[in-house]
């Protein structure tokens, strides 16, 4: 059924449709909506068989979400940010003990300074964690992708990191399908433990291990990851059989056939790029785009044959490994390991800074033109960047950067 609906809601329902059995809740922008939604499901009763456990803390939340696990529930949590760093030892525990956990990230960036509008700097500072990440580039793909992520998640007894662009996605309202009970039943099977904690059948979730065993078990979840290589454009495939749209899968291209540069981005900003695109095309300009839908386990064979025939590749990122880049960039270019493609990068929409077609635009050609630095940030600043540096090199005492920042751009600070 279409609904004129919020992404937050729309991802309420479809989790609720998901039939979780607990759900573990701690508030933090831009994610709120989502848990403030299941909360209403559960109380009205719409969402029945679901104990709602409003917890104190983001690393409280994953711990219960995890015990529930253990115990045999289908779990659901959400966060962002800084909530997501809050719960990062449960992160890893989550992943190391095999539990197929779903949780929504509402990307935010990280601080400091704080900063509660969008990025993808949460979901990189934990992307080794184990966890499998899907990014959602539309709020069709974001609630669609919850369903599929139970799917996944219990299939591989392994937990998945939805990650939903703050804001942009989360708070916009726009028309969106939502499936029937019945539509959902058939996709997702009720859930069946790989393993569960049982007074009768008494064993250790968690145990400590040495050196003598610790490498293997380490492996073992490394091939979990290996496997969702193949089941994940598998099951993609089922929902798109059985609901009649495609969503998820690892990657999927747009307009590369003919293409010297293509563009490669996660998450909401392809959208921008795509529209950009067609007009260029219709211009004359052989350029396309390559939209990653999974990050972790990273498609490295289905990237490198994507772009296989481009003259160059150009990766916005909406995020900066301080000192080096960009990290999609970096899995880009593993992919491409062997050939002589060039790979630009340009850091992007850092903060929720807009990334405009006009700016844009001016990447692109540059790329044509070969006239990229391997990195570029988009929209900096330069003279602010530059007035900054005067100054600190002229005083020891130039106090806090962000302060300083804002004086220099006449924005008040509270």
Not at 18 to 41: D, F, N
Not at 107 to 120: E, L, M, S, V
């Amino acid at each position: 059924m279409l609904k004129q609906i919020e992404g937050s809601r729309a991802i309420a329902e479809t989790v609720a449709l998901s039939r979780p059995q607990v759900i573990c809740a701690y508030p933090i922008t831009p994610q709120t909506h989502i848990v403030e939604g299941l909360g209403e499901l559960v109380k009205t009763g719409e969402l029945q068989g679901c104990e709602f456990i409003n917890v104190e803390s983001e690393f409280a939340a994953l711990s219960v979400a995890i015990g529930a696990s253990a115990a045999g529930s289908r779990a659901y949590t959400a966060t962002s940010s800084q909530g997501l760093l809050f719960m990062a030892e449960a992160v890893y525990n989550a992943a190391g003990l095999g539990l197929p956990i779903v949780m929504t990230l509402g990307n935010r960036a990280i601080g400091a300074p704080i900063n509660i509008w969008n990025d993808h700097s949460d979901a990189m500072a934990l992307k080794d964690a184990g966890w499998i990440m899907l990014f959602a580039e539309t709020n069709q793909e974001a609630a669609d992708l919850h369903i599929q992520a139970f799917r996944l998640a219990e299939e591989l007894s392994t937990p998945v990191m939805v990650c939903v662009d703050g804001f942009i996605l989360t708070h916009a309202y726009e028309q969106i399908s939502i499936p029937t009970q019945a539509e959902v039943d058939a996709y997702l099977r009720p859930y069946v433990p790989v393993q569960v904690l049982d007074v009768d059948e008494p064993l250790s979730i968690g145990a400590m291990v040495g050196p003598e065993a610790f490498a293997e078990v380490r492996y073992l979840a490394h091939h979990k990851q290996l496997q969702a290589l193949s089941l994940i454009p598998q099951l993609s495939n089922e929902f798109e059989a059985q609901f009649g749209r495609a969503s998820g899968g690892l990657l999927h291209t747009y307009r590369v056939d003919g293409a010297d540069t293509v563009v490669v981005a996660m998450g909401s900003v392809n959208g921008t790029i795509k529209d950009l695109i067609d007009k260029m095309r219709d211009e004359g300009h052989a350029i396309g785009a390559l939209v990653i839908s999974c990050f972790r386990p990273f498609p490295l064979p289905e990237v490198h044959s994507a772009l296989a025939d481009a003259r160059r590749v150009l990766v916005i990122e909406k995020n900066l490994a301080v000192g080096l880049g960009g990290v999609l960039a970096s899995n880009v270019r593993m992919a491409l390991r062997g050939q002589s493609t060039p790979v630009f990068t340009c850091i992007a929409g850092l903060g929720g800074r807009p990334i405009t077609t006009k700016s844009l635009r001016s990447l692109f050609e540059s790329a044509e033109q070969d006239n990229l630095e391997d990195l570029t940030f988009l929209d900096l600043q330069w003279d602010v960047v530059e007035q900054q540096l005067e100054r600190m090199n002229e005083t020891r005492g130039s106090g806090p950067i962000a302060e300083s920042i804002m004086r220099m751009m006449g924005v008040r600070t509270p």
